[in-house]
């Protein structure tokens, strides 16, 4: 296990800079920022959606040993639907005095951050269905 787990890391850490940043620094922060907002609607659905994508992905990622194409599929599933609720509660007549100036701010921010998201997401899993199974960091499924 603490192989899988050293493999894992060493395949993120090989992954362009701004990828890194992108995921540790912007996305897997906003995400978890739900979880300070459990008190509203936004924030539990964020949550929901967030720990979704981790407990599939956790799974993807030892069993695959690092950063799998494969792990894109989950974020489809969960960030698809959250950003259209999302969007539906933003454009809702009412729903800008009904969530207040933070949840409003948070759903804006998840719309942004979980939609740039599926854009490489959308890329990465119909790359990994066309065979593209290589694995950032081994050399033999890089060619």
């Known amino acids: 296990m603490k192989n899988r787990l050293v493999q894992c890391w060493h395949s993120f850490r090989v992954l362009p800079l701004w990828v890194q940043i992108w995921v540790a620094g912007i996305l897997v922060p906003v995400n978890a920022l739900a979880f300070l907002m459990l008190d509203s609607c936004a924030g539990k659905l964020t949550a929901i959606a967030a720990l979704f994508v981790v407990l599939t992905n956790i799974p993807i990622m030892l069993i695959e040993?690092?950063?799998?194409?494969?792990?894109?599929?989950?974020?489809?599933?969960?960030?698809?639907?959250?950003?259209?609720?999302?969007?539906?509660?933003?454009?809702?007549?009412?729903?800008?005095?009904?969530a207040g100036d933070m949840e409003w701010t948070f759903m804006?921010?998840?719309?942004?951050?979980?939609?740039?998201?599926?854009?490489?997401?959308?890329?990465?899993?119909?790359?990994?269905?066309?065979?593209?199974?290589?694995?950032?960091?081994?050399?033999?499924s890089n060619g």
């Not at 799998?68 to 729903?95: C, E, N, R």
């Open 108 to 140: 804006i921010l998840v719309v942004f951050i979980n939609g740039i998201s599926l854009v490489f997401d959308t890329k990465d899993s119909i790359d990994w269905f066309r065979g593209n199974r290589a694995i950032p960091g081994h050399e033999e």
């Open 65 to 98: 040993r690092g950063m799998s194409k494969l792990m894109a599929i989950p974020h489809l599933i969960a960030w698809y639907p959250l950003v259209i609720i999302l969007i539906v509660q933003l454009f809702s007549t009412g729903s800008r005095q009904e």
